[in-house]
């Protein structure tokens, strides 16, 4: 892994080898930067805060070696990316503006591809993990991972039925508080119906009514009109002296006939005069006829004005749009409307049925109320499933959990697992009681710690100090180690409270782990640091205005300079070099099975 200008480190080659590395160093600043970087090869959030003063980016190069079944490389070339020889190239680069980009065997990815990676690659922990571990939530989640199968498939059904159950309840008690509204809803689109009803509108009737009331509120002057026309066509009996436009159409077509022979085009337009007459003669027919059936009648246009007046009525309270704007047009109007009635009809048709499934409100409150029962019901018993299920896990997690505190020097501790449920009076019947229930079922999860014999069971959030709460989470991850076991373990400072033979034996508790997978550990305490296979030093260097940091491998010599720094404080230190050697004298003997 290739480290450029982050943080105080401005570039640092760091080789994280097979087996049990380790991670020392006076600024703890530095150290953490190894962490961090390695956070951010596997999808950590970017924070140009870590940019190193000065620079424009901060870059994390990492080669991972990786077997050919592994499911990471699997996913890696399933989104594009190449392998270099089996091993998978990943980089991350923050700007100091805070832009963020992601890299996977030579192609660009989504920052959340390395998260998904990460996730199947190595395993984090720190001291803020041990501070998680003192929540009752994080503690039922450490133990429904442990329980694996067994306990996943009957609490993802009782889940299923759970989410069910909420949307159940929230339909019912929305149809029963809301019941009064309902009914007013009700009433009201029942008086609207049988006002359409009554009214019995047609689509388009609007239009055929408006020009029929054009047509009667000027029946005299049409009328007029009408017979002032024909009269001009055809004549008028009661003035004989009126000269009609068929009389001197009838001249002109004469005097055409008389000479048409002499001339086929004057014949040509002699036969167009024969046709306009034929045609002025129709003209002059309908216009009599029209003018003998209009008739002026006062009762049929209020008969008509009334029936617009309703159907306006109807469109303002149950039109749309444009209807809801303008009432229908009356005497005087005239004109086209946008929807009309039709918009009356569509309203009816909706609100009947909009009515059908308030009046069958009741029913559906039956329905749902026995489905809630049911369900209830069953979610009891797959309740009762997972608890089963997490008592059973609990038991052995607890035991192995104890007995890896015992290889970190609290050999008479005993870890156990509180399960325990709280009453609701709105909860689920479950073993003659009626308890609380979530969507992670109906127990309550609490570890207890008996430090030494005697010493009742406490929760370690109130009974172990916090030396005991690292042992105690380093005995959870070592178990979750052979339960579930990823290829990279990441320690950051776990050990902090702990020193003495406590830390020696997290030293070699760490060691043994580090024989099935690769353990990196962050640590301030030479006894840890002592059973480390490879030893890295963060180096600070000042020109006199800026501090930079380094990460170096240590050799042999150099490694007992740095475990004599961290026993005494001197690297040259007689004794501390003779301490320092006892330690890796220690360390490296035959360690125990």
């Known amino acids: 892994m290739r480290i450029r200008d982050l943080g105080v480190i401005d570039d640092a080659v760091v080789e994280l080898a097979p087996g049990f590395t380790v991670v020392t160093g006076e600024t703890g600043a530095g150290k953490t930067m190894v962490v961090t970087s390695l956070g951010l090869l596997l999808g950590g959030r970017a924070d140009p805060a870590l940019v190193r003063g000065g620079a424009d980016r901060a870059v994390v190069e990492g080669r991972l070696e990786l077997p050919a079944d592994s499911p990471v490389a699997a996913r890696a070339v399933e989104a594009g990316a190449e392998l270099d020889e089996g091993a998978l190239l990943i980089s991350r680069t923050v700007s100091a503006e805070g832009r963020s980009r992601a890299h996977v065997g030579g192609r660009s990815v989504p920052v959340g591809l390395l998260s998904e990676l ?4 190595i395993a984090v922990h720190g001291q803020t993990d041990q501070q998680r571990l003192l929540r009752p939530s994080r503690q039922r989640g450490a133990l429904d991972r442990y329980a694996g199968e067994a306990l996943a498939e009957p609490l993802a059904r009782y889940r299923a039925v759970y989410r069910r159950l909420r949307e159940v309840s929230a339909a019912l008690a929305e149809l029963t508080t809301q019941a009064r509204e309902r009914a007013q809803e009700a009433d009201l689109l029942r008086f609207g119906l049988e006002e359409v009803a009554a009214a019995e509108p047609v689509a388009g009737e609007e239009t055929e009514l408006a020009a029929e009331a054009e047509r009667l509120g000027h029946a005299d002057a049409l009328s007029s009109a009408a017979v002032l026309a024909h009269a001009a066509l055809a004549g008028d009996p009661a003035d004989p002296d009126l000269v009609d436009a068929g009389t001197l159409l009838g001249q002109a077509r004469r005097a055409l006939d008389a000479v048409r022979g002499h001339d086929e085009r004057l014949a040509a337009l002699a036969d167009r005069l024969a046709e306009a007459g034929y045609l002025l003669a129709d003209v002059a027919g309908d216009l009599a006829g029209y003018a003998d059936d209009l008739d002026a009648d006062p009762v049929r246009l209020a008969a008509v004005e009334e029936r617009r007046a309703v159907l306006a009525g109807l469109l303002r309270k149950y039109g749309s749009g444009e209807g809801q704007r303008e009432a229908l047009p009356h005497k005087g109007g005239g004109g086209r409307r946008e929807g009309g009635t039709a918009e009356v009809i569509a309203w009816a048709e909706a609100a009947a049925a909009r009515l059908a499934e308030l009046d069958g409100d009741d029913e559906r409150i039956d329905e749902l109320g026995a489905e809630e029962t049911e369900l209830r019901t069953e979610l009891a018993e797959l309740a009762a499933e997972v608890s089963a299920a997490r008592r059973a896990a609990a038991g052995r997690f607890a035991e192995a959990v104890s007995a890896e505190l015992t290889e970190l020097a609290m050999p008479h501790a005993r870890v156990t697992f509180d399960l325990s449920r709280l009453d609701d009076p709105a909860g689920l019947e479950l073993d003659g009681r009626t308890v609380a229930y979530g969507p992670h079922g109906v127990d309550e999860v609490e570890v207890l710690l008996a430090p030494h014999p005697g010493a009742a069971p406490r929760p370690i ?33 776990v050990d902090a409270g702990v020193g003495g033979k406590a830390a020696v034996e997290i030293g070699r508790r760490l060691a043994k782990l580090a024989q099935s997978a690769q353990v990196v550990v962050v640590t301030h305490l030479p006894q840890v640091a002592a059973f480390a296979d490879r030893h890295l030093v963060v180096e600070k260097r000042s020109d006199g205005t800026v501090t930079r940091s380094g990460v170096k491998a240590l050799s042999d010599e150099e490694r007992v300079r740095e475990l004599s720094r961290m026993l005494a404080g001197l690297e040259d230190s007689e004794l501390g070099r003779a301490h320092a050697e006892e330690l890796l004298a220690a360390a490296r003997a035959p360690r125990r099975r």
């Open 461 to 493: 959030a109130k009974g172990a100090s916090g030396g005991e709460l690292s042992r105690v989470m380093l005995a959870v991850e070592v178990v979750f180690a052979g339960a579930d076991p990823v290829p990279t373990y990441l320690f950051d400072e």
């Open 118 to 121: 990460g996730e199947d690659l």
